[in-house]
Nanobody, 119 residues
């Protein structure tokens, strides 16, 4: 069962912009935070940006000033500006939450969306 549905990836030239969306497709009792991760070929998955239920945000140093994460109820967005070839990766949506009051907090992942930045 797909819990998180991402959209918005694609091919863009360096300096361009893309906006990713991630919608929560199932009912959660509680979501602590939602985040965007990315994984480039041959590299480990890394945190790009996160937003807590209280609205606090955090960014990887490599994207500060270029990317903006936002949240509207159970959908999060990643506005990516001034894209660079090194931003090329599969971007994954993550939710840290629990489906029921008796569940433990755990990570939920989307299927990933490809972002390719050409030079």
């Amino acid at each position: 069962q797909v819990q998180l549905v991402e959209s918005g990836g694609g091919l863009v030239q360096a300096g361009g912009s893309l906006r990713l969306s991630c919608a929560v497709a199932v009912l959660f009792f509680d979501i602590n935070a939602m985040s965007w991760y990315r994984q480039a070929p041959g590299k480990q998955r890394e945190l790009v940006a996160a937003v807590t239920s209280g609205g606090s945000t955090d960014y990887a140093d490599s994207v500060k000033g270029r990317f903006t994460i936002s949240r509207d109820k159970n959908t999060i967005f990643l506005q990516m500006n001034s894209l660079k070839p090194e931003d090329t990766a599969v971007y994954y949506c993550n939710a840290l939450g629990r489906r029921t009051i008796l569940s433990s907090m755990r990570d939920y992942w989307g299927q990933g969306t490809q972002v390719t930045v050409s030079s």
